[in-house]
């Protein structure tokens, strides 16, 4: 079936270091994608998004970059704050009328 | 000036019983949709309502029914809870039909005992 996954479960990153979230997708349809922040006891937020005519943007403080060839994207987050602590998840279209959910990566802020 | 809002919050209950969750968008938007996350914070589509009219519906038991009695408003109500019900549900909206960013309510967490 279709999916939408992330590479590691878990990010520990020192306040004030780049964070890296990868995301792999396998519908090479895909032309739309977005990134979500899920802070503990809240609804996913959305952060930024992306659709396949580009390979790159940016927003405040995060860039998503599309790697289409190898069905690849990423969020960078710049000088990462304690803030940024959340579960951050890639989503995109499964046919063209849902968004289907990758399967998350917590992102821990340490000092 | 909440935009996606659900009720209840908490909802805690028995084996069996029935139980309604609500959810409201005040964003103007046409398109809602029920998430269902489990415990590894997989985020999973049930339905989606498209000006009260039923567009998604996942395989889900038909013990929960969704209903739109406006675009502004999608309730889930689920009969006969099951241990395996217990998740945190969202309830989330959209400017149209169609993938694009989908804005979530606060979730509502639900434990069967």
């Known amino acids: 079936g279709e999916s939408v996954g992330l590479h590691l479960p878990t990010l520990s990153v020192q306040e004030g270091d780049n964070s890296i979230i990868n995301c792999a997708y396998s519908?090479?349809?895909?032309?739309?994608f977005i990134w979500y922040k899920q802070e503990s006891g809240k609804g996913p937020q959305f952060i930024i998004d992306?659709?396949?005519?580009?390979d790159k943007r940016q927003g405040q403080r995060v860039t998503v970059l599309l790697n289409k060839t190898v069905k690849h994207l990423s969020l960078q987050i710049a000088a990462t704050q304690p803030g940024d602590s959340a579960v951050y998840f890639c989503?995109?279209?499964?046919?063209?009328?849902?968004?289907?959910f990758g399967t998350g990566t917590r992102l821990q802020v340490f000092p | 000036d909440t935009a996606v809002s659900q009720t209840p919050k908490y909802l805690v209950t028995q084996m069996g019983n029935d139980k309604s969750i609500k959810c409201e968008q005040n964003l103007g938007h046409d398109t809602m949709y029920w998430y269902k996350q489990d415990s590894k914070k997989f985020l999973k589509i049930m339905f989606s309502?498209?000006?009260?009219?039923?567009?998604i519906n996942e395989t889900v038991p038909n013990r929960f029914s969704p209903k739109s009695p406006d675009k502004a408003h999608l309730n889930l109500h689920i009969n006969s809870l099951e241990l395996g019900d217990s998740a945190v549900y969202f309830c989330?909206?959209?400017?149209?039909?169609?993938?694009?960013?989908?804005?979530f309510g606060q979730g509502t967490r639900l434990t069967v005992v």
């Open positions: 989503a995109g279209p499964y046919n063209t009328d849902k968004l289907i």
């Open positions: 989330a909206s959209t400017r149209g039909q169609g993938v694009t960013e989908a804005f």
């Open positions: 992306i659709r396949s005519n580009m």
């Open positions: 309502y498209n000006n009260k009219e039923l567009i």
């Open positions: 519908n090479s349809a895909s032309d739309y």
